[in-house]
């Protein structure tokens, strides 16, 4: 008695005298105080053993320390509290799959900004997934099921929802999954954002992107055939300024034919307009192709070396996404190349699960602080548009969104005055049209 915290004690002595009048087992909690003064809270739990007659002849219990238990049990109240009222304070729907139960707990957003009933029943991720559009249903239920299957922690897709009045916005779900400690997934819990807006921004830009490019392409494309005419002595011969004039239009109207092809390159595969064919291919062929195509550019001054791999020879890829990859990989190891006499290494080659396709230079490299950048669209660094003016700045983030889009990937090695290495990796079963890849690109969303 004497351990037990001063506030406690009345409230044992009570239950004890109580279990002894009624002869009943008892149980509670209390606090008690260490002689270093720290608390502990025990459990404690008995019964009262009694002879024929009735009389109490002990009282027999056992005490518990539950001090750690109960700091646990308190730290997940509050974090439950606290989930609770982030879920109230905000307008985006917030869910919580409980994977046992097969239940899904939704906040109110789902009434407040979905229409949809408050129901004493929860809702179940089937309910969910059959309001999600048809032609994304598949894809969202595939990579939730391979979010379940991989040891991964969050999760990102976007679909369209079906609100109560029928119609569908776009949304963003944001998810992560918790795990017991067999790392078997038990409940999902994430937050689904309306980006109907943004979506609808992003198709006009796209749209305008795109007409605008159209637009463009039919003049300058005259403009190119008539300076052609006009440098090539068509019309009348030309004295040696004007012919000089005439090239630099020409040359001006190439670039800008380029640039808006690499434009209407991207905005095609950014609105989802682009269709992955995946053939089996002659890949080595094809990279033969690009190197003979870009052997005038590099004009005799660095040499293009490759040898063809005959175990990686023949693989499912689409051509033209593939040849622009290389054509962009390989004119940039070109153009970066300012040394007379270097040479530019190619190889294309099955590494383990992988094919593997390397574009070695030795040319002006990438600074440091420019490299975290280059995938970005327009990006270029200082020291190339210092070399060559003439660049868009779209090339590599066009390699990049092909491969996303193909389940394939990106990466480099460099260093600024030595050269730099371009990687690119598919997998073992070449490139993967549209479909096949959406399910599995959630991954990398996430
Ligand atoms: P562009 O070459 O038209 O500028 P890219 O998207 O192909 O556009 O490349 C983006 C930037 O990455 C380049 O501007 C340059 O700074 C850098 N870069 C790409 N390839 C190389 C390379 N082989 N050597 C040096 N820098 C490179």
């Known amino acids: 008695m004497q351990l037990i915290h001063p506030d406690d004690r009345e409230k044992v002595g ?263 064919r995946p053939t089996e291919t002659d890949v080595c062929a094809l990279i033969q192709t690009q190197i003979d195509e870009i052997t005038p550019l590099a004009e005799q001054r660095v040499k293009i070396t490759y040898t063809p791999d005959e175990t990686a020879r023949t693989v499912t890829v689409d051509p033209t996404l593939f040849s622009q990859i290389v054509h962009n990989l390989l004119t940039n190891a070109v153009r970066y190349t300012l040394r007379d006499g270097a040479t530019i290494h190619v190889s294309f080659q099955k590494v383990r699960e992988e094919y593997i396709l390397t574009v070695q230079d030795h040319g002006i490299g990438i600074p440091m602080e420019a490299q975290p950048h280059i995938f970005n669209g327009f990006y270029r660094a200082n020291n190339a548009i210092k070399a060559r003016g003439d660049g868009t700045g779209l090339g590599l983030y066009l390699i990049r969104l092909i491969l996303d889009m193909t389940g394939g990937k990106i990466w480099f090695k460099s260093q600024e005055g030595e050269g730099s290495t371009f990687y690119v990796s598919l997998p073992s079963c070449g490139m993967m049209n549209n479909q096949m890849n959406k399910a599995i690109i959630q991954k990398t969303q996430a």
């Not at 929802?161 to 994430?190: E, N, S």
């Not at 980006?195 to 490019?213: C, H, N, P, T």
């Not at 039919?218 to 300024?241: C, F, K, N, Q, W």
């Open 14 to 276: 009570s239950i004890i005298n109580e279990a002894y009048q009624t002869k009943q087992s008892f149980e509670f909690e209390h606090r008690i105080v260490l002689p270093n003064k720290k608390i502990r809270i025990l459990h404690g739990k008995g019964k009262v053993i009694s002879d024929e007659a009735g009389n109490v002849k002990a009282m027999l219990g056992t005490s518990q320390d539950i001090t750690e238990r109960k700091k646990a049990d308190q730290a997940l109240h509050r974090s439950d509290e606290r989930f609770r009222a982030v879920s109230a304070a905000t307008s985006d729907v917030v869910y919580d799959i409980d994977l046992q139960t097969n239940t899904m707990w939704f906040n109110d957003a789902l009434n407040t900004e979905y229409n949809y009933p408050q129901r004493r029943t929860l809702y179940t991720p089937d309910w969910r997934l059959n309001h999600i559009h048809a032609d994304d249903r598949e894809r969202v239920k595939a990579s939730i099921e391979a979010l379940l299957d991989r040891q991964d922690k969050t999760w990102v897709s976007e679909y369209r929802f079906r609100l109560h009045d029928g119609t569908y916005i776009d949304i963003r779900d944001r998810a992560f999954v918790l795990r017991d400690t067999d790392r078997k997934p038990i409940r999902i819990i994430g937050s689904m954002l309306d980006i109907s807006q943004q979506k609808e921004l992003e198709r006009a830009k796209d749209k305008f992107i795109s007409l605008v490019s159209h637009q463009l392409r039919t003049p300058l494309t005259s403009m190119r055939l008539l300076t052609e005419m006009l440098s090539s002595g068509y019309a009348e011969e030309l004295t040696v300024s004007q012919h000089d004039y005439v090239q630099k239009i020409e040359s001006s109207t190439v670039r800008m034919i380029h640039l808006v092809n690499e434009i209407l390159g991207v905005s095609s595969i950014e609105t989802g307009r682009l269709n992955v």
